[in-house]
């Protein structure tokens, strides 16, 4: 039966939850706040030069081929992928480097520069990382866990694959050489988590990047946003912009429509929200209308670090200055700056960075001669009391400092355009709670069956999409999500 379905947010959760339910022959409607689509992926654009907004690691492509194959499309008449090679150049505080890609041989051989010894480690590993990856992502990434037989179910196979271990923890088991401990072990950082706390599950995030690789949408990731955005206008599907959510309508306890902040009210037999999680519940549905997630369960939950990025493009290119495309520069601390960030709530003196210069793959991000950057540093969210009205410059100034001091020589007198974002971004203008970068923290305990259900337990006919529910962040995870809410929805 065809049904009128609307959509909160066009993240890439909303987006490829909408192409999907307009190939099932649904009608649907996207309501996104900002000026275009995109949500954390949003583009900005200055004195010539463009910038990505949020997610930059494109692994798994092959979750977007489907989106276009389901519409009878083909991803490759959209937009362009190309691998990246080396996936990461990963530097530790003295400034010494290890690449690191989906060669076996080359990884070994980085390996050897910092310890021989621990190349079989590695080996043993990588070995044990595909069980982890069959089961977590291959088997159950892309299934619901609506009840608790569900979970129940698994539970062996979880303690088989020794989940109630960090991948810190797991790492270290094959790995004795501190900084590769930390090359091997940092992918939780990347959907929100602490190497130290997030379950060992997601260990297989090393794998699913050794089995597709790691790849590049050339024209930045907004070109695959408006990719997205161009397949669902010619399946049909409608997107407003500057449309912010007041409330989601609700009578006899099932979700009726939205009701927008200009007072206009849109009818719906289905609602999806592929607004942050907390959020949805907090702000948009009165607590009268919430049993499960009360505003104490809400305020309980632990939630993902925040961020500080800052973009920046200069008036010289970098190209001889040792950096690749996706740079890590770890800091002397590990283990200490992630409890100050996750445990203790405190913005710390030091950082360890992510240092993003696309335009060594596309230099059409930037004008003839330029380079375009953004370095991202993890940083606590709201909880920590961090007053960002003052704190924001110094905090770039440090960072800045760093760069041009050790990578890249001259930086500041050669930047021509700049702008950053910071933890009051994340919850004002994201609508992020508390400020989180990536919503509900991958911890065990909120992983799975624990992790908020794609289907509402509190509200009939309201899904959810995106980071904050099950699987989790990561463009793999929130693919897989818009999977699981199509499968909920055609199955309802």
Known sequence: MKKKILIIGSGFGGLATASRLLSEGHEVELFEKRDKAGGRAYVYEQDGFTFDGGPTVITAPFLFDELFKKAGKKREDYVTFVPCDPFYRIFDDRGRKFDYNGDHDFVLSEIEQWNPDDKEGYTAFLKTTRAIFNKGFVELADQPFHNLWEMIKVIPDLLRLQSHKSVYQYVSRYIEDDFLRQ?????????????????????????????????????????????????????GGTIHYNAEVDEITIQDGRATGLRLKDGTVHRADQVVSNADVAFTYRHLIPEQHRSTYTNRKIERTRYSMSLF?????????????????????L????????????????????????????????????????????????????????????????????????????????????????????PLHFEQTLNSYKGSAFSVEPILTQSAWFRPHNKSEDVIDLFFVGAGTHPGAGLPGVLSSAKIAEQLICND
Not at 200 to 221: D, K, P
Not at 310 to 329: A, D, P, Q, V
């Open 331 to 422: 800091g002397s601390r590990y283990r200490e700056l992630l409890s100050d960030i996750f445990h203790d709530k405190t913005l710390a003196d030091d950082f360890s960075l992510y240092l993003h210069m696309p335009t060594k793959t596309d230099p059409s991000l930037a004008p003839e001669g330029c380079e375009a950057f953004y370095v991202l540093s993890p940083v606590p969210h709201l909880d920590s009391g961090t007053d960002w009205t003052t704190q924001a410059r110094p905090y770039r100034d440090a960072i800045m400092n760093f760069l041009e001091e050790n990578y890249l020589p001259g930086l500041q007198e050669h930047i021509v355009t700049e702008h950053h974002i910071d």
């Open 183 to 235: 090359v091997f072990s940092f992918h939780p950082l990347l959907v929100g988590g602490n190497p130290f706390d997030t379950t060992s599950i997601y260990a297989m995030i090393h794998y699913l990047e050794r089995e597709w690789g790691v790849h590049y949408a050339m024209g930045g990731t907004g070109a695959l946003v408006n990719a997205l955005t161009r397949l669902i206008e010619e399946q």
């Open 309 to 329: 990025v800052i973009y920046f493009g200069t008036k010289k290119r970098y190209l001889n200055s040792g950096l690749e495309h996706h740079n890590i520069i």
